[in-house]
């Protein structure tokens, strides 16, 4: 399975991106896939989270209500809108895809991840 992450850029603060992630699985359909972050110098920071049928979703507290995730499983896509950037949402985003069912917002659960697109905000 490759994921390939694009999107990323450089925005002023109170701009907005989308982020998009490719898939190459042939059971893209019944995965899980996840946002990721990982700002310089910091830990990955799970940031969203949409399971297989795209009805359920959840966020970290800092992007709710800035942030949309979605899914289209015919093109194998999954996408991160992104509005009202804030300079600490700077980081590379990496998309992740978990085999189970559910959802997770734990790094470790999740089997595949792409090469992370970088997002840059400034103030």
């Known amino acids: 399975v490759q994921l390939q992450a694009s999107g990323g850029g450089l925005v002023q603060a109170g701009g907005s991106l989308r982020l998009s992630c490719a898939a190459s699985?042939?059971?893209?359909?019944?995965?899980?896939m996840g946002w990721f972050r990982q700002a310089p110098g910091k830990e990955r920071e799970f940031v969203s989270v949409?399971?297989?049928?795209?009805?359920?979703?959840y966020y970290r507290d800092s992007v709710k209500g800035r942030f949309s995730i979605s899914r289209d499983n015919a093109k194998k896509m999954v996408y991160l809108q992104m509005n009202s950037l804030k300079p600490e949402d700077t980081a590379v985003y990496f998309c992740?895809?978990?085999?189970?069912?559910?959802?997770?917002?734990?790094?470790?659960?999740?089997?595949?991840w792409g090469q992370g697109t970088l997002v840059t905000v400034s103030s």
């Open positions: 992740a895809a978990d085999r189970r069912v559910g959802t997770s917002t734990v790094a470790d659960s999740y089997d595949y």
């Open positions: 949409i399971d297989w049928s795209g009805g359920t979703t």
């Open positions: 699985a042939r059971s893209f359909s019944s995965y899980c």
